[in-house]
């Protein structure tokens, strides 16, 4: 099994204009933490984003050359890259609201 089974992969050159979230994870392995970001991933955007997003895995392990583009330096890195702008979060993405919120996808709590 690779890490990108059954996942769809996207052509960066789509517009994202039609409301679909296209979002890359880069990983490097199928460590423990690349397997949870994967899983943690896919459950919040059926909770989240049904039928409106897109998600493609890099593993860095077959091909590093894509770290480059994207200025990846830690793993496991999820990247928004439409609608833009471009946003990332660094982690496991065990914290669905951490991940909400650093992806642009749920207002900030207000402070008081």
């Known amino acids: 099994m690779t890490v990108a089974e059954d996942i769809p992969m996207i052509d960066d050159e789509q517009p994202g204009d039609d409301g679909q979230v296209h979002l ?7 460590t423990p933490k690349s397997l949870a970001a994967i899983a943690n991933l896919k459950r919040l955007c059926e909770e989240h984003l049904a039928g409106r997003y897109t998600i493609e895995v890099v593993d860095l392990q077959v091909t590093p050359q894509l770290a480059a583009g994207d200025q990846i330096v830690a793993v496991p890195t999820l990247i928004r890259r439409l609608p833009p702008p471009l946003r990332r979060v660094i982690g496991d993405l065990s914290n669905a ?12 709590l207000s402070t008081p």
Do not use: I
Request: glycine share 10%.
């Open 24 to 30: 890359r994870l880069y990983v490097a392995g199928q």
């Open 97 to 108: 609201e951490r991940v909400l919120v650093g992806l642009d996808m749920r207002p900030r």
